[in-house]
Nanobody, 117 residues
Framework: QLQASGGGSVQTGGSLRLSCTAS????????MSWYRQAPGKQRELVGR???????DYADSVKGRFTIFENFAKNKMYLQMNDLKPEDTAVYYC?????????????WGQGTLVTVSS
């Protein structure tokens, strides 16, 4: 019900755009977020977009990452510029949505981003 895509391998300073799509009978999106988990580390919040609000970001990515949303099409994007090796992680999208008559918090399957020096 939540599909993330767009990961890949880039060199330091490169860019990638991740996409997240909610599928099914999506009635309403309250918020969508990006998280990441590096090897041996806990999952951390990268950025969040609340419906009708403005995105907020982790300090480590401010000025480099930008969240775009198209909630009308159940989509969210993460534009990542000036990537650094420490950005290497599996990136997950998360959505607080109402699908059909069920509201809940859903996770995508993750997409791997590898940044080489």
């Amino acid at each position: 019900q939540l599909q993330a895509s767009g990961g890949g391998s880039v060199q330091t300073g490169g860019s990638l755009r991740l996409s997240c799509t909610a599928s099914g009978n999506v009635v309403y999106i309250n918020a969508m977020s990006w998280y990441r988990q590096a090897p041996g580390k806990q999952r951390e919040l990268v950025g969040r977009m609340i419906n009708g609000g403005v995105p907020d970001y982790a300090d480590s990515v401010k000025g480099r990452f930008t969240i775009f949303e198209n909630f009308a099409k159940n989509k969210m994007y993460l534009q990542m510029n000036d990537l650094k090796p420490e950005d290497t992680a599996v990136y997950y999208c998360n959505a607080a949505v109402v699908i059909g008559e069920v509201g809940g918090n859903f996770w995508g399957q993750g997409t791997l981003v590898t940044v080489s020096s």
